[in-house]
Nanobody, 125 residues
Framework: EVQLVESGGGLVQAGGSLRLSCVVSGFTADYYTIGWFRQAPGKVREGVSC????????YYSDSAKERFTMSSDNAKNTVYLQMNSLKPEDTAVYYC??????????????????WGQGTQVTVSS
């Protein structure tokens, strides 16, 4: 059974930083992609970034590329999302998701099969 467990969310002031973690377990595919998504109240879920487990190539949405960095520690089966210079508009529930057998700029929710439960990020002004 594939499981993804996020952690690291919280309350931070504008301009601050947070690092989210996502532990992935149960994945047997050699090639898979992990993505970070977020969903603010009343808005659709949007892709933030993704990483290929095999070569660690990362892709970012336009809103994330200047301030967020995604990385992975394959030995720990964990991916990270370092978020710097946070803004109130970054407030959302952040989810990690996984899909096996595909790689590339996968930043659409329907491209993923497995999802974590989400972690809340709140940025105060």
């Amino acid at each position: 059974e594939v499981q993804l467990v996020e952690s690291g969310g919280g309350l931070v002031q504008a301009g601050g930083s947070l690092r989210l973690s996502c532990v992935v377990s149960g994945f047997t595919a050699d090639y898979y992609t992990i993505g970070w998504f977020r969903q603010a109240p009343g808005k659709v879920r949007e892709g933030v970034s993704c990483i290929s487990r095999s070569d660690r190539t990362t892709y970012y949405s336009d809103s994330a590329k200047e301030r967020f960095t995604m990385s992975s520690d394959n030995a720990k089966n964990t991916v990270y999302l370092q978020m710097n210079s946070l803004k109130p508009e970054d407030t959302a529930v952040y989810y990690c998701a996984a899909i096996g057998g595909f790689w590339g700029p996968l930043l659409l929710p329907h491209e993923y099969e497995y999802w974590g439960q989400g972690t809340q990020v709140t940025v105060s002004s």
